[in-house]
């Protein structure tokens, strides 16, 4: 049971926009950063967003992040083929004194 | 260009102890605010965040494996190992060495982990 609630599963035909919660507690989202991650098929999770709303260099500006009190929520905007990935969010969580994840959620492109 | 490799055994017995080491470049652990971690993803499951030492040795531990865990650095060879004692086949996940960013130097803790390692699959069984 991960301490980030996300829903399992999302999908979206492509070309249209998706979104993925994460919803957590005043000791983690509520008043820390969060960040996103991508995890394509077979390889090593890929920051996507951090401090909320920025993106690395590199990651296009489809991908975008908010935070609304004690939940997080990525955004995909004209979505592709290559998107079909878990994707993770993550925070500090002050309770435990340690990062927590989400459970993770599976984009499928229909 | 930061890079970091996970290297150590893919199988190890019940009740052993495994020792993974994480040999990374492109950074310092003695600059101020530089933070690794191991985080671990067991088959088809999700991420699940291990441990963090800071460049000034502070350590940060799971509170749900604090106990079997220890962390430790060498700066002049740039790696950091993470021991973990008396491992079970719930253990069998892949580990990842991962660099820390953000954060604010002994006032707020890193904010996300922005470089991975490839990760190392580790399996538990007899």
């Known amino acids: 049971q991960s301490v980030l609630t996300q829903p399992p599963s999302v999908s979206a035909a492509p070309g249209q926009k998706v979104t993925i919660s994460c919803s957590g507690s005043?000791?983690?989202?509520?008043?820390?950063?969060v960040s996103w991650y991508q995890q394509l098929p077979g390889t090593a999770p890929k920051l996507l967003i951090y401090?909320?709303?920025k993106r690395p260099s590199g990651i296009p500006d489809r991908f975008s992040g908010s935070k609304s009190g004690t939940s997080a929520t990525l955004g995909i905007t004209g979505v592709q083929t290559g998107d079909e990935a878990d994707y993770y969010c993550a925070t500090w969580d002050s309770s435990l004194s340690g990062w927590v994840f989400g459970g993770g959620t599976k984009l499928t492109v229909l | 260009q930061i890079t970091l490799k996970e290297s150590g055994p893919t199988l190890v017995k019940p009740t052993q102890t495994l020792t993974l080491t994480c040999t990374f470049s492109?950074?310092?652990?003695?600059?101020?605010?530089?933070?690794v971690a191991w985080i671990r993803q067991p088959p088809g499951k999700a991420l699940e965040w291990l441990t963090l030492?800071?460049?000034?040795?502070?350590?940060r531990y799971s509170r749900s494996l604090k106990t079997r865990l220890t962390i430790t650095k060498d700066t002049s060879k740039n790696q950091v190992v993470l021991r973990m004692t008396n491992m079970d086949p719930v253990d069998t996940a892949t580990y990842y060495c991962?660099?820390?960013?953000?954060?604010?130097?002994?006032?707020?803790?890193?904010?996300?982990?922005?470089?991975w390692g490839q990760g190392t699959q580790v399996t538990v069984s007899s």
């Open positions: 991962v660099h820390g960013g953000g954060g604010l130097a002994m006032v707020r803790e890193i904010d996300y982990f922005d470089y």
């Open positions: 492109g950074f310092s652990l003695s600059t101020t605010g530089a933070g």
């Open positions: 401090d909320i709303i």
């Open positions: 005043s000791s983690n989202i509520g008043n820390n950063y």
């Open positions: 030492i800071y460049w000034n040795d502070d350590k």
